[in-house]
């Protein structure tokens, strides 16, 4: 086919999508038929709908066809945090927040100020840390359920950047790792950018299907596998002690590395031993103070096998040489004198009374949650499309997230996420009730 027409046919397509005449949802023809139709080679014909969906003008669904996507639900939902417009509902991003935290930390600095440590606080760190206030992580870990010494324990940045050190440090381009085939959009950027190559591991109603993940071992070189064991993100699963020794037989045998990402493992209740302390030798811990304190805070920490730590410490260096001194001050103080265990403890309680008013108000849709999480799963009705159900959310200033974000599979589930701890419980009360009409009105 002539270049020219081959880009004519695409910028026809393209026209008729954003000018309204092919709305939201259409559903186009086969690649067959528009071969057929066109006068094309069936190669061509996919590569039509491969540069419209390049374009992000249309989705294509395994079984179901090509789709023109919702144009007005911005691609990042769900990845690119945006400046939310006055009178928006976010249920999309959770960043929750207690009365009084502000004070909090205006008394840290007045305590900071009047150290005698100040000057030393200005200054570069060692780039793990200082070793007191490695100590003062440890501490906390080991209450925790995880036992481990200071010498294992790394200072970051936020746990984002604690999973982008781990994944430098453990993988290199071109490497497998399995991860759940919905899974925290984080991990899928920073898995893009360092040119891993994702293999998805199917879901079961309680977590990932362990023995595909056996099979996906025997026929690929895998080198790892980054899970959420507790409160995953987004299904709110807490995996069982069985499947957590399941797994972690699995990667000792295939010689694995494990990320563990424990961003909201402080909201379950009692949950059995993380991966880490069953796999001390291969898993890689990471955990933050975002969720628990304050998304501001930007203080993370990493807990690893010690012959790994030479490694991540090079990397840290590499990336932002080290934690700055004051904050990590604030949050090690803070570790110490049982401020982050009180938060903790208050943070569980507001989100299990927010879960709580989601089950009521979401009565009758499917939801997937767990009691005390900050989200809600919600597949949506089998002829529903996420997009077009978010996009109508948006033009009643509720954003959420679809499913997209968190896939790593083929086939993305038409389904949606709601952050529930990012606002006031009035307006989330509002925000839900419009949430079960859309909803409703679209299956």
Not at 46 to 72: C, I, P
Not at 106 to 133: C, T, W
Not at 380 to 395: G, P, S, T, Y
């Amino acid at each position: 086919m002539p270049p020219a027409r081959y880009k004519s046919l695409v910028d026809a397509f393209a026209a008729d999508i954003r000018s309204g005449r092919l709305p939201p949802g259409t559903r186009l023809p086969t690649h067959r038929t528009l071969a057929a139709t066109e006068g094309l080679a069936l190669v061509t014909a996919s590569r039509v709908y491969a540069e419209l969906e390049a374009m992000g003008l249309v989705s294509g669904e395994t079984g179901r066809g090509t789709f023109v996507r919702e144009t007005s639900l911005p691609l990042g939902q769900g990845i690119d945090q945006p400046q939310v417009a006055a009178g928006v509902m976010d249920l999309n991003f959770n960043y929750p927040s207690l009365p009084g935290q502000a004070e909090l930390l205006r008394n840290a600095l007045r305590q900071l100020a009047l150290s005698g440590d100040l000057e030393s606080l200005l200054r570069y760190q060692p780039h793990a840390g200082r070793s007191h206030e490695r100590a003062a992580v440890a501490r906390h870990l080991r209450s925790r359920g995880l036992g481990v010494d200071a010498e294992q324990v790394l200072l970051v940045n936020g746990a984002q950047h604690g999973l982008a050190v781990a994944m430098m440090a453990l993988f290199k381009p071109g490497d497998v790792v399995a991860a759940d085939a919905l899974t925290y959009p984080g991990f899928k950027v920073l898995a893009e950018a360092l040119r891993l190559e994702v293999q998805a591991i199917p879901l079961s109603k309680t977590g990932p299907d362990l023995d595909a993940l056996e099979k996906l071992c025997r026929n690929r070189p895998v080198r790892g596998i980054y899970s959420m064991p507790t409160l995953h993100n987004p299904m709110g699963w807490v995996m069982s002690l069985e499947q957590r020794q399941h797994l972690v037989a699995i990667a000792l045998k295939h010689g694995l590395h494990i990320i563990e990402d424990a961003a909201y493992a402080f909201l379950a209740p009692n949950p059995p031993p993380p991966l880490a302390e069953l796999a001390p030798e291969r898993t890689v811990y990471v955990n933050g103070l975002s969720k628990s304190v304050a998304t501001g805070l930007r203080f993370g920490f990493i807990a690893a096998p010690v012959h790994v730590v030479g490694a991540l410490e090079r990397v840290i260096r590499a990336t932002t040489w080290n934690t700055p001194g004051i904050m990590t001050a604030i949050a090690t103080g803070w570790l110490d004198d049982g401020t982050v265990g009180k938060l903790e403890a208050q943070k569980r309680a507001d989100a299990k009374a927010r879960q709580a008013l989601a089950d009521e108000l979401l009565a009758g849709l499917n939801g997937v949650r767990h009691p005390c999480s900050y989200f809600t799963w919600l597949p949506l009705a089998e002829d529903a499309r996420a997009d077009q159900v978010a996009a109508a959310l948006m033009r009643e200033n509720i954003s959420v997230s679809t499913a997209e974000p968190f896939a790593v599979s083929a086939q993305v589930p038409h389904a949606i996420r709601l952050a529930l701890g990012s606002v006031d419980i009035d307006t989330l009360r509002t925000a839900l009730t419009k949430v079960k009409w859309v909803v409703q009105a679209y299956s």
